[in-house]
């Protein structure tokens, strides 16, 4: 697998994914198809932009034609398909942009990759990133396993179980060299503030309300991003064909309870005394169809591949916390609107 095609490497985790396998990588070629949506953003990459082995293509998934010349033109011999709308929030108000993304878009390489790939599948590979969200929501107690029924809520969950299901009846039907990873929620740089970290974080700094959606009792399983950039490094080399791995931090936490320790961290690095934006705390209307309780069982993961997360919980955030404090400049671009202009520049002319 020498020419990866990395859907969605200029989003939050594909930027560490990409970053992950250009600088690891040196003698594989990455190129990293993205359409530049809100959430897309190059300056996440600004770093590696110039390494010789890296190549990005601006485009849509959903457009077959464009995709398949580009599995043509590089010769793409394995995928990592992260491209998607990622936010469930957005779901709930525009359901069919997610549907044409996360459904028809995945559908769209899937057929790329048949077509391109039918004389000879050896040594390829599609990896599918998914979802925990795709298996429903939780009591107080249990987990979810590879083998739990899917039962999607949300139309971003719903497209992402399709999603799944396609992947998997590609591999059925044709013998696709398939591979998928349902992760839990991620946290870290370079994530999109409408996402309740970055969101918390930005809002906390600027003295905004912190709009908590219901009582706050909803229950999440965090994971730094990088550690979910290196099980995919891990899975998409020795991972089995044809399998599903669950990926997760066994590190839940109630919404109000992760709040309060955002509020701490942020406060002690801005030298504030304790409790001073304890203040900003809101409790608003809950989110439609909100899934209680997620958590993953990824013991799978550890017992076949050795992967576990790196770091602990409070150490992710403290770092966390100072990326954003101390990079104020790609927060106001991304809040502004201001990248989109660059893109613009760069890759409309
Ligand atoms: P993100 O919203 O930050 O990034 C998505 C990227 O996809 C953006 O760069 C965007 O420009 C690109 N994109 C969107 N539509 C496209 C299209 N039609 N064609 C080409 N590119 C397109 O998302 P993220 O949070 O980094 O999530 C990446 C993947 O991981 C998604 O598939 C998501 O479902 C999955 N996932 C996310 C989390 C999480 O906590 N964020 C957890 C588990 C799984
Ligand atoms: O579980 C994996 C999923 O995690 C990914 O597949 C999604 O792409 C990703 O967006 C994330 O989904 P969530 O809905 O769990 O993440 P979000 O950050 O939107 O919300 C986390 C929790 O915080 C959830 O219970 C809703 C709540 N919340 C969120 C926001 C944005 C609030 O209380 N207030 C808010 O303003």
Redesign the pocket.
């Known amino acids: 697998m020498n020419n990866i095609l990395i859907?969605?490497g200029?989003?939050?985790?594909?930027s560490h994914v990409v970053r992950l396998f250009v600088k690891k990588y040196p003698n594989k070629n990455i190129i990293n198809?993205?359409?530049?949506?809100y959430?897309?953003n190059l300056e996440n990459l600004k770093d590696i932009e110039t390494s010789e082995n890296y190549t990005f293509v601006k485009?849509?998934?959903?457009d077959f034609e464009v995709v398949d010349s580009i599995f043509k033109q590089y010769g793409i011999d394995s995928v990592i398909h992260?491209?998607?709308?990622?936010?469930v929030d957005r779901s709930i108000k525009d359901p069919l942009s997610f549907a044409r993304?996360n459904v028809m878009?995945t559908l769209s390489l899937l057929q790329a990759a048949k077509t391109n790939w039918n004389d000879d599948l050896k040594g390829k590979l599609f990896y599918h990133?998914?979802?925990?969200e795709v298996y429903g929501s939780l009591g107080d107690d249990g987990f979810f396993t590879e083998k739990t029924a899917y039962d999607p809520h949300s139309p971003y969950s719903a497209s992402?179980a399709s999603s799944d299901h396609f992947v998997r009846s590609f591999h059925d039907t044709y013998k696709l060299p398939i591979v998928i990873s349902n992760?839990?929620?991620?946290y870290g740089s370079f994530?999109?503030p409408e996402?309740l970290i970055p969101l918390f974080i930005n809002n906390i700094c600027t003295n905004k309300e912190l709009p908590v959606y219901g009582e706050g009792k909803n229950v999440r399983d965090w994971l730094f991003v990088e550690d979910h950039a290196r099980a995919i490094d891990l899975i998409f080399h020795e991972g089995k064909l044809g399998d599903t791995y669950n990926i997760g931090g066994f590190n839940e936490w109630k919404n109000i309870d992760l709040v309060q320790v955002l509020i701490k961290t942020v406060d002690k690095l801005l030298g504030n005394p304790e409790g001073t934006s304890d203040k900003l705390i809101t409790f608003v209307k809950d989110r439609a169809g909100h899934d209680y309780r997620y958590a993953i069982d990824s013991s799978k993961l550890k017992e076949e591949l050795g992967w576990e997360p790196s770091l602990q919980f409070e150490e992710g955030i403290e770092k966390t916390v100072k990326w954003y404090l101390n990079n104020q400049d790609w927060v106001k671009n991304v809040t502004s609107g201001d990248y989109l202009k660059y893109y613009k520049e760069m890759y409309e002319k």
């Not at 200029?10 to 594909?14: D, E, M, R, V």
């Not at 992260?82 to 936010?87: K, Q, V």
């Open positions: 859907t969605g200029a989003g939050f985790i594909g198809l993205d359409a530049l949506t959430a897309g485009a849509d998934i959903c992260l491209a998607a709308e990622s936010h993304t878009g990133v998914s979802t925990d992402k992760c839990s929620n991620n994530q999109f996402k």
